[in-house]
């Protein structure tokens, strides 16, 4: 029977500053510095996003194309097989990027954008790591885009509980991700399965404070329901 676990993947979420410079300088340091010589591929989940980064990072220095659907079939197939011949590092692209990738050595995947679920997120940073060494599946995580991703999934039947168990892997400080991937995919794995190859489970020693946040979310209840009872909308503050 096969598995769902992938061992020579590492697992990762770092915290997504607010403006794109600082996220461009994150990815600028991961490509770098970590990655360098490596190839892989940032995910983003808009067009304009994918253009955006890749030029953004390309006045920094870096070998980088992108790629979306809307593109001329040409233009996807050149910027494929330069990336494929190492001359670009990395590819930044929507979820258009993926269907007949045959790169085994790709050493990074990286998500810009939170994905839209679960099984989402594992299918596209599955793409990392074919050759069966180490690869590293890094998550750019910040509150702001689920508002972003679910505003493209809502109307989707069960599109929601999707995106919030995404959200729940993302936020997660206390078990490991490979272990959450498990219970997704109804698989039952030790933890001698991840052999810290998570950042939670590398990081293990790291002592952690719990809080109580019973008052501030009868807070939030109490904005919602008031909201509720004015029919008024609440949107995020960014």
Known sequence: KSTFNRPNLYYKILEKPT???DCLSILEKLLKYRYRGESGIIYTNSIKDSEDIANGLKKRGL???YYHATMEAKSRSDVHMKWHAKGYQA?????AFGMGIDKPDVRFVIHH???KSIENYYQESGRA?????RAECVTLY???DIFKVSSMVFSSVGSMDHLYDMVKYCLNGTFCR????AKHFDEDWGDTDCNKMCDICENSNTTTREI???????????????????????????
Not at 91 to 95: E, G, K, L, M, Y
Not at 178 to 181: I, S, W
Not at 218 to 231: F, G, H, L, P, V
């Open 63 to 65: 070998r980088v194309g």
């Open 91 to 95: 590819i930044v692209a929507t979820v």
């Open 113 to 115: 954008t939170i994905s």
């Open 178 to 181: 490979r272990l959450l991937l």
């Open 19 to 21: 403006s794109q410079e």
């Open 129 to 133: 790591g074919r050759d069966g060494q």
């Open 212 to 238: 109580s946040l019973e008052n501030h979310c009868r807070t939030i209840s109490d904005i919602i329901e008031n909201a509720a009872r004015q029919d008024t909308k609440l949107t995020a503050q960014k």
């Open 142 to 144: 910040r509150m702001q």
